[in-house]
């Protein structure tokens, strides 16, 4: 299936799922496990985790008492089907929870990337964008496609 | 067919009513819906003896599917931000609903009918807030009336206790300073108050005209100083904010308890809140404060002995605050087991009389049921001899309390047995993991973190296996029901040197990663050029973190609601409690193997009403139409059958509470969580409104 194509089956995705991101749907299809982050932006984000994240989320991103983990099966299934862009936009807007907002898109950007290292998603080459809205297409798949099913792959349920 | 005829008849009643008035609608109604008065949930779980019980039954089994949203209030313009952990239960008082909400933690009410804004009240604390160990909406808030005043009450996310005029959310004048009282002030220790290390999630409890006051502090797996504040209860007279009365959860030198700690510790050591929430009992004059740890969530070397009242559940007189009894889950705790949720009260029959019994879930997943007269236990509870571990300078109990009734409600320690077997091969490979960690049954001390082993696998971890929402307490079959999660934690200790993370010799982490210490949120990092974490050896999982192929180390159920039977201490059913994570339907080495309803993990309080029990699923899922969300489902209580089940747009954040207003019951739970920002939804029957 070519890029094109699978945009069309994005659209029609979307305009299932309603009408406000159908502008989206052009935008080539793309997911975690395609290497949508550079290693050096996850050395980056690793730093920058250490100094706004680390306290809260520990420092092997596994949570404490009142932060959730940041890593492992049950963050990725609560963000399972959703995208880096939502990832991006709630970190940004709430994190950390002392200074939220602080950040800069480029440093959110990193630590996010840094996380995906951590959830074991590849690198690639292109970086994740210092902005929510350049990736609502990058969709967060908790369970590696099978390599038949290499692109949009459909996570529903069975 | 007569059922179905009927209906049809009074759908043409009703379409033909309407266009003559709205009181013969409500009659066509009526007759479809059994109503009954209007009924109201005062206190944060229904009572004051936190049963998060109603008796009503228009919702029930035959028709929860056909459970609509009446009105849904999301919380996006409250506060600065919008909100992602919305954790607050309403309360439900002559049809206005009040709760604190959004990330400025501002109370509001609601009407309870149409969901529409009342009033507002909002207390913009600048940096104080921000220094919070407690940040966003927290579990809500507390009434008090004396049959002509009302009164809202709630605890800001600066530590300030603040009384509202419930018809208007104006701040009472009569009460502390122009309706606020600085819990950060008259706390018999000197406090910064725009620094200090304190807050609270927990709703006030008020009971006779006394607000009582628990403390919250950061968490204490690296706790950034040694003398951290302690975590005292305090009664406030609810008419004035006048304080009425102090317990010293860390007994000062004289006092009953000091003698549990060793050396004196007991003068330096801080924590030691109360950040559950409490109960009380008005007729004996008792409020029940379950008590959490001191300084130090896995590390006890500064607070040597058995160390009252830590991991205690302590009796206090209401007007005076002395101790009339204390029972100690844990001593010496080195698992973070602080005691999370107000213990519910429950009149039992033991041996053919009833006894004034209370039933306290925990993160170890034992119930413990107390004479709360007294604090005796009702089935025996025995002491154990445990191990001791190898981290330097740690003392260490050299037994622990294990009831002997009910069972445990959830896993305890972690042996080959309860390691994943969806297969032989991940059971292999889980057998592998647990080489590499040191395993054993509950109270199996934390160890030093080393390559090779890691440190100590925890189960229940330390999120506990029931958390901060408590359960929930049927007084008509004297059934206890509990949501648990299954998530084991590694508890490894780490030596530290640096004063400027951590002023402990030892501390939570994993062997070869930087440790981070915990400050009181936006207080100025010690050292905030920290360097980065070590890189993980190898390619496996890093260290610490406990899955194989991606799946959960353990067997399911990952979450799941228990029955617990108080006429005779047993378990009565379980189920798991949750639809399948996604990533364990979509695995690829699960694919064709039919695995039964896994449950999810998080923190869930259920409800219980006359014949349902009622919990929505902590987490998202995709459903078979590939939409994320998750499901509010209703349980026979009496078998744990599942009898219905609604879709919501997000999982249960706070727990649900449920009232009947103008013939038709409401169920009023807080959703959100991931990309779904917070909403509180309100759902009933199908009918006209």
């Not at chain 2, 360097?531 to 799941?560: D, H, I, M, N, T």
Request: hydrophobic share 40%; proline share 8%.
């Amino acid at each position: 299936m070519g890029r094109v194509t699978r945009g069309y089956w994005l659209a029609g995705a979307m305009l299932l799922l309603g009408g406000a991101v159908v502008t989206r749907a052009q935008a080539p299809d793309r997911h975690v496990w395609t290497g949508v982050y550079t290693r050096e932006q996850a050395e980056r984000g690793k730093t920058a985790y250490a100094e706004n994240c680390a306290a809260c989320h520990g420092e092997t991103l596994a949570g404490i008492d009142v932060a959730p983990a940041l890593v492992g099966p049950n963050f990725l299934n609560n963000w399972n089907n959703t995208s880096a862009g939502d990832l991006f936009a709630r970190i940004q807007s709430t994190m950390p929870l002392n200074a939220p907002g602080s950040l800069g898109g480029r440093k959110v950007a990193d630590i996010e990337a840094y996380m995906f290292e951590a959830n074991g998603f590849p690198a690639g080459d292109l970086a994740l964008p210092p902005n929510a809205a350049l990736m609502p297409n990058v969709r967060i798949v908790a369970q590696k496609p099978e390599p038949a099913a290499a692109g949009p792959a459909c996570t529903c349920g069975k | 067919m007569l059922r179905m005829t009927r209906r049809r008849l009074l759908g043409g009643t009703v379409a033909v009513a309407a266009t003559i008035g709205t009181v013969p609608v409500r009659r066509a109604m009526a007759q479809e819906l059994p109503g009954g008065p209007d009924t109201e949930w005062r206190h944060y779980a229904a009572d004051q003896a936190n049963s998060r019980y109603s008796p009503l039954d228009q919702i029930n089994a035959g028709n929860f599917s056909d459970l609509q949203v009446a009105w849904s209030f999301k919380t996006d313009i409250l506060g600065a931000r919008k909100e992602y952990q919305f954790e607050p239960t309403p309360l439900l008082v002559k049809g206005r609903l009040f709760l604190t909400a959004g990330s400025r933690r501002d109370c509001v009410a609601i009407d309870a009918a149409t969901g529409e804004l009342l009033w507002m009240f909002r207390k913009d604390e600048g940096q104080r807030a921000l220094n919070s160990p407690r940040q966003l909406s927290g579990h809500g808030c507390s009434y008090w009336t004396d049959g002509k005043l009302e009164r809202i009450l709630f605890v800001t996310i600066g530590y300030q206790l603040v009384s509202l005029d419930a018809a208007t959310g104006v701040p009472d004048p009569a009460f502390g300073m122009d309706g606020v009282v600085d819990l950060k002030k008259d706390f018999d220790q000197e406090l910064d108050p725009e620094t200090a290390d304190v807050g609270l999630h927990a709703t006030p409890l008020v009971a006779r005209d006394v607000v009582v006051v628990g403390a919250a502090h950061a968490a204490g797996d690296v706790p950034a100083v040694r003398r951290n504040v302690k975590g005292y209860v305090r009664g406030f007279d609810v008419r004035t904010g006048k304080r009425k009365w102090i317990f010293h959860t860390i007994p000062k030198k004289g006092e009953y308890g000091y003698d549990s700690w060793l050396n004196g510790d007991a003068d330096e050591a801080g924590n030691g809140g109360v950040w559950a929430e409490m109960s009380a009992d008005e007729e004996l004059g008792l409020v029940y404060v379950p008590v959490e740890l001191p300084t130090g969530d896995e590390m006890g070397m500064f607070r040597r002995g058995n160390a009252l009242f830590g991991e205690s559940l302590v009796a206090l007189d209401l007007e005076t605050g002395e101790r009339r009894w204390h029972y100690q889950l844990v001593h010496h705790g080195l698992w973070d087991r602080d005691i999370p949720c107000a213990p519910m009260l429950c009149d039992i029959p033991v041996n053919g009389r009833t006894v004034k019994a209370l039933a306290q879930p925990t993160k170890q997943c034992f119930l413990y049921v107390l004479d709360r007269t007294n604090g005796k236990p009702i089935w025996p509870i025995v002491e154990r001899p445990v191990e001791a571990g190898d981290v330097p300078g740690e003392w260490y109990a050299r037994t622990q309390p294990f009831p002997t009734k009910p069972p445990a409600y959830d896993v305890q320690g972690v042996g080959i047995d309860d390691l994943i077997d969806f297969t032989p091969e991940l059971r292999a490979q889980a057998v592998e993991l647990v080489k590499q960690y040191k395993i054993g049954p509950l109270y199996t001390p934390p160890v030093v973190s080393r390559p090779g082993r890691w440190g100590t696998i925890s189960a229940p971890g330390i999120q506990g296996g029931t958390n901060w929402p408590g359960g929930c307490y049927d007084p008509e079959s004297h059934t206890v029901f509990v949501y648990s999660k299954t998530q084991p934690s590694v508890i490894g200790i780490i030596p530290n040197e640096d004063q400027g993370v951590s002023e402990f010799p030892q501390v939570h982490g994993i062997a070869g990663a930087e440790v981070q210490s915990q400050v009181a949120m936006g207080a100025e990092a010690p050292n905030p050029f920290r360097r980065p974490p070590a890189a993980r050896p190898g390619s496996g999982p890093p260290p610490g973190f406990l899955s194989v192929q991606g799946l959960p180390l353990l067997k399911p159920p990952y979450g799941r609601i228990t029955a617990i039977d108080l006429r005779k201490g047993d378990l009565k059913w379980q189920v798991a409690h949750g639809e399948t994570p996604d990533n364990v339907r979509n695995h690829p080495a699960l694919k064709g193997l039919k695995i039964p309803r896994t449950g999810r993990a998080g923190n869930l309080g259920p409800l219980c009403t006359r014949t349902l029990v009622i919990c929505g699923e902590a987490g998202f899922y995709t459903n078979e139409y590939g939409i994320r969300g998750a499901m509010l489902r209703a349980y026979d209580k009496a078998t744990g059958e599942e009898k219905g089940a609604v879709y919501m747009p997000a999982p249960q954040s706070g727990s649900p509470m449920t009232y009947m207003l103008n013939n038709r019951q409401y169920i009023v739970v807080a959703i959100g969580g991931g990309n779904y920002s917070a909403e509180l939804v309100a759902f009933r029957l199908p009918g006209i409104a």
